[in-house]
């Protein structure tokens, strides 16, 4: 079924709608409190990410600003709540586990039929001993017709071991801290690109950092065929990768940027570093 570009583009208001209705029905009882989702990503089909991509930050911003509100809402209805029974403790606070995160990715996988999905999880932690925890990730999917199906899952948090995404193949994740705080990233494409980004300059994660990190600073690319991953340097400022330097594939060629396609494997589990300021903690997952 062909895509009705005017009765079908995700707008704003509809994503901080969803989002808002997830945090609710995320929530998570625990003793002395209600526990809420804190982080969102959303999935859109590319025509809609690219459209709204110059308003990302103001979604963002509206958003924790709408999810903020209706945090404080619940907390204030919570105080005039009866007890269940008498003499128990006081009505439970709603409260998260960190800041909220909210991000916009592309959906490869059927934004024909759902033009908008919604991830609400909690943040990722680690346990005492090191290993990644579990975590159970609520999926909501808005269909043409307008409806909306649910889902849960279970994944181990950190690896996303052996586990799909209502967007596609989880093959790697990503957790890295820039300016706008620690986010973690799930890889669902066999190549893509990392940077600044920019208007001219199309990257499949944004960081938030100084302008040492190139607007496009590397790309990884999965190898099918070989189960490996390859890493490409596309900096000005160098990139890394446990700490050693892998070569720069741009090169000026009569004033020109040439791309030589230079690669280096990438092991299944990494710390990647762009021109020494920011590190991206990189983690295959198993297969």
Not at 67 to 84: A, D, G, I, T, Y
Not at 96 to 115: Q, R, V
Request: hydrophobic share 35%.
């Amino acid at each position: 079924m062909a895509r009705d570009e005017q009765s079908v583009q995700v707008t704003p208001e509809e994503i901080i709608h969803v989002l808002l209705e997830e945090m609710e029905a995320g929530l998570c009882p625990s003793y002395y409190s209600n526990l809420v989702p804190s982080r969102y990503d959303v999935y859109l089909s590319l025509d809609d990410l690219e459209r709204l991509r110059p308003l990302e930050s103001r979604i963002r911003e509206e958003a924790t600003r709408a999810l903020s509100e209706q945090l404080k809402r619940l907390n204030r209805e919570s105080k005039f709540r009866v007890p269940l029974l008498s003499g128990s403790k006081q009505s439970k606070r709603y409260e998260t586990l960190g800041e909220w995160s909210i991000a916009l990715h592309e959906n490869i996988e059927d934004a024909e039929e759902h033009p908008l999905v919604v991830h609400s999880t909690f943040p990722h932690t680690t346990a005492a001993d090191g290993r990644d925890g579990l975590l159970t990730e609520r999926v909501t999917r808005r269909s043409l017709a307008g409806g909306e199906s649910i889902s849960t899952s279970t994944v181990r948090s950190g690896t996303a071991a052996d586990t799909k995404r209502a967007a596609g193949t989880v093959f790697a994740t990503l957790e890295y801290e820039d300016d706008t705080g620690v986010h973690q990233y799930p890889v669902m494409k066999e190549t893509f690109k990392i940077g600044r980004g920019g208007v001219d300059r199309w990257v499949d994660l944004r960081l938030n950092a100084k302008k040492d990190v190139s607007r496009e600073h590397v790309q990884i690319r999965f190898d099918s065929a070989s189960g490996k991953f390859f890493i490409k340097d596309l900096s000005s400022l160098g990139t890394t990768v446990n700490g050693k330097p892998i070569p720069a594939s741009i090169v000026q060629v009569n004033g020109e940027d040439v791309d030589k396609n230079l690669e280096v494997s990438l092991p299944a589990k990494a710390r990647i570093g762009l021109a020494g300021i920011l590190f991206l903690e990189f983690r295959a997952s198993k297969r």
